[in-house]
């Protein structure tokens, strides 16, 4: 992953997060290139748009599957008409149940890493916030207090009463300035002049200055000020800063159990996908109905008992094979979920690519679950540490 990373994120989860695309300012995830061969995409009896129709895949599919002779082409025509999700929901359907189970579970888990990613950004945000703020307040108690300015000019009764109390000095000044001998020395030497004249004026100024009305003050009132908006203060209409949630709280243990069973609910997809076989088909289907509400966890969860072998969880019993149509059903909730998660740092449309270039990469047979369970224990162990934030 290109890009900086601030310095309190946990190495764990900036190692996990190297395979995200870098998130903004740097440019959004491009549209994959169409690869010239995706051998994994399931070769089907049916023709296309029978194909589209059985799966119920909407008009975009049904219209290009009509002018298709395989569903390469129909994949590929999708793609360049830039109907995405329908060409995604295409590639969910078209590819075997473990492969397409992989590219779902890949691509939910990558945008929780980038959901991470995004709250130690905002914490990282605030807490550079807060230190220019104390910054800022060490400044300025070492500005030294401005030098005394001159008093504002009087007004009203005070104006009247400085007036009367000068006039004797400056009926003087001017009788003196206005003798004969006084006179006869300034003609005599300019430069005396050019002083008294100086002094004249700066008595002149004085006088005049006793005569200015007030004016109005350009000091705001504290009405007029407004709130404060400095760091870590909600400016109006602006998001305050993420507040991390006490543990031990009701609401932080609230939080804690939607964690934990999101991850069981990937947890029990990566071990089908890493040993697929009926009993953790049936772990999964149990992940399932424990999970109370609706969402990708939720659906990944099903989509996984989906993928197994038999629908009856009961010891005993006939056998109910999924369909593929039910398979691919839980595959494409389960991405289309994911796809409208709030939060992280990738745009919308970088999301929607991300998607599809794993998707396309699975069909080339590029996206392996070697190291899977392996990076998801380094996962949850960060997630369970007190290094993992819980916000509100």
């Known amino acids: ?15 996990l997060c190297r395979r995200l ?25 049916d023709t296309p748009e029978a194909f589209v129709l059985k799966h119920k895949l909407g008009p975009a599919c049904e219209v290009v599957a009509e002018e298709s002779d395989d569903l390469h082409k129909t994949l590929r025509t999708l793609i360049a008409e830039e109907e995405f999700v329908p060409a995604i ?37 605030a807490k550079a916030a807060k230190i220019k703020a104390e910054q ?10 401005p030098l005394i300015s001159s008093p504002a000019p009087p007004t009203g009764e005070a104006a009247a009463a400085a007036e009367e109390a000068m006039a004797p ?21 300019p430069e005396l002049r050019t002083q008294a004249d100086a002094i004249t004026s700066i008595i002149q100024r004085q006088i005049d200055w006793t005569k200015i009305p007030s004016g109005p003050s350009i000091i705001p009132k504290p009405s007029q000020t407004g709130r404060r908006t400095g760091p870590g203060m909600a400016a109006p209409g602006g998001k305050k800063p993420p507040v991390p949630i006490d543990p031990t709280s009701l609401k932080g243990r609230i939080a ?38 609706a969402g990708p966890a939720k659906a990944l969860a099903t989509a996984t008992f989906w993928s197994g072998e038999n629908l009856n969880m009961k010891p005993a019993g006939a056998v ?46 590029k996206e392996h679950w ?18 993992s934030p819980i916000l509100a």
């Open 1 to 15: 992953m290109d890009g900086e990373w601030p310095d309190q994120i946990p190495e764990e989860l900036t190692e």
């Open 21 to 45: 695309p870098a998130p903004p300012p740097a440019p959004n995830v491009p549209l994959p290139d169409m690869p010239s061969v995706m051998p994994l995409i399931e070769q089907v009896d």
């Open 89 to 125: 929901n295409l590639l969910a359907s078209a590819l075997p149940p473990r492969e397409a189970l992989w590219w779902a579970a890949r691509f939910y888990w990558d945008v929780k890493l980038d959901i991470e990613r995004e709250t130690w950004a905002k914490l990282a945000a």
């Open 136 to 145: 800022g307040k060490q400044a300025e108690a070492a500005i030294p207090p």
């Open 169 to 189: 000095m400056v009926n003087q000044i001017k009788s003196a300035m206005n003798s004969p001998r006084v006179l006869a020395m300034l003609n005599a030497n």
């Open 256 to 293: 804690l159990r939607s964690r934990r069973a999101g991850g069981r609910a990937l947890a029990s997809a990566l071990q089908w996908i890493v040993n697929p076989c009926q009993d953790y088909a049936n772990i999964a289907g149990e992940t399932a109905q424990a999970l109370t509400s």
């Open 320 to 365: 109910v094979p999924p369909t593929p149509v039910l398979r691919a059903k839980g595959i494409r909730a389960t991405l289309t979920n994911t796809l409208n998660m709030k939060g992280g740092l990738l745009t919308k449309p970088s999301r929607l690519h991300w998607c599809l270039k794993l998707g396309l990469h699975t069909a080339e047979g």
């Open 370 to 387: 070697d190291d899977a369970l392996e990076q998801f224990h380094i996962w949850t162990k960060y997630r369970t540490s007190p290094r």
